[in-house]
């Protein structure tokens, strides 16, 4: 059973452009959370998802960030028009239906805007 | 609003002692808690998990403990090794789905 899978690991857009981001929950998950890491900073939650759901988006920025968990393929999360503040690890987590909200992390994807 | 603070925010030891990391949140109407250790550059790992209907959880030289009422998580890590030396969050899941992370701790193990 392969973990939560993110791609791409590193990625570098330059100011303006878009960005997005993908999550492979692992195999059963149908829960999919987005958190932000800045640098020396701790993790921030950004949005849950079910499928085809979004559930709570309290931690996400009002413009341009928006997500999505479609019912075939992973979970995206695009930023438009991307800033040099938006650069940061973006982690997703999946859990299983019934559940604890026990939550399983991807590696991260490292974003640079340059 | 639910806040979770962890103290220290570094921690240096030898190989071998044992250590405990604190980790105090301001509402007690939590789901669960959670500890994770995060290794510079990479994800998180789970290391233990804890109902808010219980009060402890073990793995091996790690063993958490939760005190609701008081909002208060320990980690006590046993035996310390190099191998040890990351970073530690504690994790709050509150039962509006969302989940509060605090800042962590940075521990290093010296040889």
């Known amino acids: 059973n392969a973990g939560v899978m993110q791609n791409p690991r590193h990625l570098v857009r330059r100011r303006g452009q878009e960005a997005r981001l993908r999550c492979s929950p692992m195999?059963?998950?149908?829960?999919v959370y987005w958190y932000r890491q800045l640098p020396e900073e701790g993790l921030k939650f950004m949005v849950y998802?079910?499928?085809?759901?979004?559930?709570?988006e309290s931690g996400m920025p009002k413009e341009r960030f928006s997500a999505e968990f479609p019912k075939e393929g992973p979970s995206i999360l695009r930023i438009q028009q991307v800033v040099r503040g938006d650069s940061a690890a973006y982690f997703c987590?999946?859990?299983?239906?019934?559940?604890?909200?026990?939550?399983?992390f991807g590696p991260g994807t490292r974003l640079t805007v340059t | 609003k639910q806040e979770v603070t962890q103290i220290p925010a570094a921690l240096s030891v030898p190989e071998g002692e044992n250590l405990v990391l604190n980790c105090s949140f301001t509402?007690?109407?939590?789901?669960?808690l959670q500890w994770f250790r995060q290794d510079p550059g990479k994800g998180l790992t789970s290391l233990l998990l804890?109902?808010?209907?219980?009060r402890e959880q073990t793995s091996g030289r790690l063993n958490a403990s939760l005190d609701k009422s008081s909002g208060r998580s320990t980690l006590y890590i046993a035996a310390s090794q190099p191998g040890d030396s990351a970073t530690y969050l504690c994790?709050?899941?509150?039962?509006?789905?969302?989940?509060?992370f605090g800042a962590g701790t940075r521990l290093f193990v010296k040889a």
């Open positions: 195999k059963g998950h149908s829960h």
């Open positions: 804890i109902q808010s209907s219980q």
């Open positions: 994790a709050v899941h509150t039962g509006g789905f969302k989940t509060i």
């Open positions: 509402d007690s109407a939590i789901y669960n």
């Open positions: 998802l079910q499928k085809e759901n979004i559930i709570d």
């Open positions: 987590a999946s859990s299983p239906p019934a559940s604890s909200y026990e939550q399983y």
